[in-house]
């Protein structure tokens, strides 16, 4: 039966191509046509993490798994071996281990060893409990009000979202506006904060148990930081698990959600310079909402990889937030 599958290069982490094909063989010849690498030069054609296939075993694979074209050039894979040996004794969310397994090779060996032994405390930890009578120790110094992680979490993401409403409002506070301008900043305001309650603060960013499209964690607690704001993911490849110890919690408190089109440069200064400017009837005022408090616009990053310069190449779209412009999309 034909099924679609992905292959790259050993060499190529990031470089996939589709085929379909039927069995190791027809995957073999389509792959390296596809990779440009001659046949007599492939030594073998593995998982992610190493493992060998046979065709046999290929029958077995599900549709779009990721294949990696080995040529006899290429180093062997002791690092990806030794990581999916050692993750293979955890208890661990499989697409965060075959990421480790698929990156190993291309990780800093210092970075990695500490990686995993942030892995090892958190699976030896008391991580999986929720109440405050199962982790004591968890909710050191917290308020008795607290009776679970997720609600300790939930209330930690809404803390850092209602701190950006707070600085837009100090940001506004400090605008030199005339009556009509502060009727009109008044009555954005209050939309924003009907909003904000009605997304209840956007408290599930941080929560296992209530998992909604926009958290930022896995069901297990586990955040991975997304990278500056100009790479597509982090190369340090930082984890943490907040969820697993009193230790990790502190450390997350110093994990940034990082504006990439940036808060203080370039979102609230547009914002009073259009109410200013009496452009406030032509604004599409959920597109700012957006860009200060959701998702699209947010980067959970590891203090080390929140870059506190000019976000130079994330800028404000006029097209998508002056009304004339929308209309004429």
Same mark, same amino acid.
């Given at each position: 039966?034909?099924?679609?599958?992905?292959?790259?290069?050993?060499?190529?982490?990031?470089?996939?191509?589709?085929?379909?094909?039927?069995? %190791?063989?027809?995957?073999?010849?389509?792959?390296?046509?596809?990779?440009?690498?001659?046949?007599?030069?492939?030594?073998?054609?593995?998982?992610?993490?190493?493992?060998?296939?046979?065709?046999?075993?290929?029958?077995?694979?599900?549709?779009?798994?990721?294949?990696?074209?080995?040529?006899?050039?290429?180093?062997?894979?002791?690092?990806?071996?030794?990581?999916?040996?050692?993750?293979?004794?955890?208890?661990?969310?499989?697409?965060?281990?075959?990421?480790?397994?698929?990156?190993?090779?291309?990780?800093?060996?210092?970075?990695?060893?500490?990686?995993?032994?942030?892995?090892?405390?958190?699976?030896?930890?008391?991580?999986?409990?929720?109440?405050?009578?199962?982790?004591?120790?968890?909710?050191?110094?917290?308020?008795?009000?607290?009776?679970?992680?997720?609600?300790?979490?939930?209330?930690?993401?809404?803390?850092?979202?209602?701190?950006?409403?707070?600085?837009?409002?100090?940001?506004?506070?400090?605008?030199?506006?005339?009556?009509?301008?502060?009727?009109?900043?008044?009555?954005?305001?209050?939309?924003?904060?009907?909003?904000?309650?009605?997304?209840?603060?956007?408290?599930?960013?941080?929560?296992?148990?209530?998992?909604?499209?926009?958290?930022?964690?896995?069901?297990?607690?586990?955040?991975?930081?997304?990278?500056?704001?100009?790479?597509?993911?982090?190369?340090?490849?930082?984890?943490?698990?907040?969820?697993?110890?009193?230790?990790?919690?502190?450390?997350?408190?110093?994990?940034?959600?990082?504006?990439?089109?940036?808060?203080?440069?370039?979102? %609230?200064?547009?914002?009073?310079?259009?109410?200013?400017?009496?452009?406030?009837?032509?604004?599409?005022?959920?597109?700012?909402?957006?860009?200060?408090?959701?998702?699209?616009?947010?980067? %959970?990053?590891?203090?080390?990889?929140?870059?506190?310069?000019?976000?130079?190449?994330?800028? %404000?779209?006029?097209?998508?937030?002056?009304?004339?412009?929308?209309?004429?999309?």
């Amino acid at each position: 039966m034909m099924k679609p599958m992905k292959v790259r290069k050993k060499s190529e982490l990031h470089s996939r191509y589709g085929i379909v094909c039927s069995n %190791l063989q027809e995957c073999q010849t389509k792959g390296c046509k596809k990779l440009g690498v001659q046949e007599e030069e492939l030594s073998c054609i593995t998982l992610q993490d190493g493992t060998e296939v046979d065709d046999e075993y290929f029958q077995t694979l599900p549709a779009n798994t990721v294949l990696v074209f080995k040529t006899l050039s290429d180093t062997p894979d002791k690092m990806a071996e030794q990581v999916s040996k050692i993750l293979s004794t955890v208890t661990m969310d499989k697409n965060i281990a075959n990421s480790l397994i698929e990156k190993a090779e291309h990780i800093p060996p210092s970075t990695l060893k500490t990686l995993l032994l942030n892995i090892a405390q958190c699976s030896k930890s008391n991580h999986a409990a929720e109440l405050r009578s199962e982790d004591p120790s968890w909710f050191r110094g917290m308020e008795r009000r607290f009776a679970s992680k997720s609600k300790w979490m939930e209330f930690s993401a809404m803390n850092r979202v209602r701190s950006y409403f707070r600085e837009a409002k100090d940001a506004w506070s400090k605008a030199d506006f005339n009556t009509p301008q502060h009727e009109a900043l008044t009555e954005i305001r209050l939309l924003w904060e009907r909003k904000l309650k009605e997304k209840e603060f956007l408290k599930y960013y941080f929560s296992r148990i209530n998992q909604q499209e926009y958290t930022f964690c896995n069901k297990d607690g586990w955040f991975e930081c997304e990278g500056e704001y100009s790479l597509d993911n982090c190369p340090e490849q930082h984890m943490i698990n907040p969820y697993s110890s009193y230790q990790e919690r502190a450390v997350f408190s110093t994990w940034n959600m990082d504006h990439q089109i940036e808060k203080a440069r370039t979102v %609230l200064p547009e914002m009073v310079n259009l109410i200013k400017s009496g452009r406030d009837g032509e604004v599409c005022w959920d597109y700012f909402f957006k860009l200060l408090f959701e998702r699209e616009n947010l980067r %959970l990053v590891h203090i080390a990889c929140h870059d506190k310069k000019e976000h130079t190449s994330a800028q %404000l779209d006029e097209k998508k937030y002056l009304k004339n412009s929308l209309r004429a999309l």
